[in-house]
């Protein structure tokens, strides 16, 4: 099975940008849905963005769009989360996720159940 491991976490001030990266190992995940999430404590975990690893078709929840990007690097076996304009309450701890069983498009109608392989996440906290 695929391992997944997220990094790029930290802390910044309201207004900054933070790039996380998950890398791919054992294995590759093509023709899967990749999402990163974010849990903190008191809220519910849901899908931030997601990509379809074949061809790149990403998605992106409301509350994020616009300051959110999610791409992928085929040869590194990374994907990418870049973050700006952190607001406070983006900090969380964030995971990267797939699963190659669920069909397209890969967006935030998952739920975390839905993914079988995870990362074991990093932190980001954002102070204003």
């Known amino acids: 099975q695929v391992h997944l491991a997220e990094s790029g976490g930290g802390s910044v001030q309201a207004g900054g940008a933070l790039r996380l990266s998950c890398l791919v190992s054992?294995?590759?995940?093509?023709?899967?849905?990749l999402a990163w999430f974010r849990h903190a404590p008191g809220k519910q975990r849901g899908v931030l963005a997601a990509i379809y690893t074949q061809g790149g078709e990403t998605h992106y929840r409301d509350s994020v769009n616009g300051r959110y990007t999610i791409t992928q690097d085929n040869a590194m076996n990374t994907y990418y989360l870049q973050m700006n304009i952190l607001k406070p309450e983006d900090t969380a701890m964030y995971y990267c996720a797939a699963d190659a069983l669920l069909p397209v498009p890969c967006d935030y109608r998952w739920s975390h159940a839905d993914f079988g392989a995870w990362g074991l996440g990093t932190q980001v906290t954002v102070s204003s």
């Open positions: 054992f294995g590759t995940i093509t023709n899967s849905c």
